[in-house]
């Protein structure tokens, strides 16, 4: 009984690793979709990461250092002053 018990065991953390592995090229592959999607569209990779910082800091006492050239470049410049200022002036 005990061997059969350690098989079926075994067969189980198969299963699971094969499911695993699987999901791992899922989400690969969809990482490589996005890249290829960013590459030839600069314009949604601003969007998204402007999203993550939103993401980042919507919740209260968040804070997010953002390197000068990503505000630069994103033009991020006057959307978080505003951000800023406006919660500053709701404390």
């Known amino acids: 009984e005990d061997a059969m018990s350690r ?7 198969r299963q699971a690793r ?7 090229t899922e989400i690969s592959d969809k990482f ?3 890249a ?5 569209n600069p314009v949604a990779l601003h969007l998204r990461a402007m999203n ?3 993401e980042a800091i919507k919740e209260r006492g968040s804070m997010v250092i953002v390197p000068s050239t990503a505000v630069e470049t994103m033009g991020l410049g006057g959307t978080l ?3 800023a200022l406006g919660g500053a002036k709701a404390q």
Do not use: F
């Open 52 to 54: 993550m910082l939103y």
């Open 81 to 83: 002053a505003t951000a």
């Open 32 to 34: 490589s979709q996005a």
């Open 18 to 24: 094969n499911i695993l592995g699987q999901a791992e």
């Open 7 to 13: 098989q079926a065991q075994a067969e189980r953390e």
């Open 36 to 40: 290829l999607t960013y590459q030839n």
